[in-house]
């Protein structure tokens, strides 16, 4: 299930029920950041029926400020980022 929600409704809490959360609305738009999950991503994109049932959150992002912040917050809700996105 993928759930668009704006950088305010983006809780510590609603981010801990996610198994994967990007970001859209900020950077390059055919490429959105995945904060977690990527792997998970990876097999929901190649199948529809664990797509529908896996916790997707992307969040509507409009500025770097905004992007740090979600960083921590992710962080904050799972412990960590993706590898990829904390170097």
Known sequence: ???VVTFED???EKLTE???IM???WGDLQAPRV???R???AV???NKEIAAEMPIVRVKIESDEQFAELKGRVKEA???LDPYEDK
Request: charged fraction near 25%.
């Open 23 to 25: 970001t859209i609305g």
């Open 35 to 37: 904060l977690l999950g």
């Open 44 to 46: 929901a994109a190649g």
């Open 10 to 12: 983006a809780t510590v």
């Open 18 to 20: 996610a198994e994967v």
């Open 78 to 80: 799972k412990g960590e």
């Open 1 to 3: 299930m993928i759930e």
């Open 39 to 41: 792997e998970r991503f």
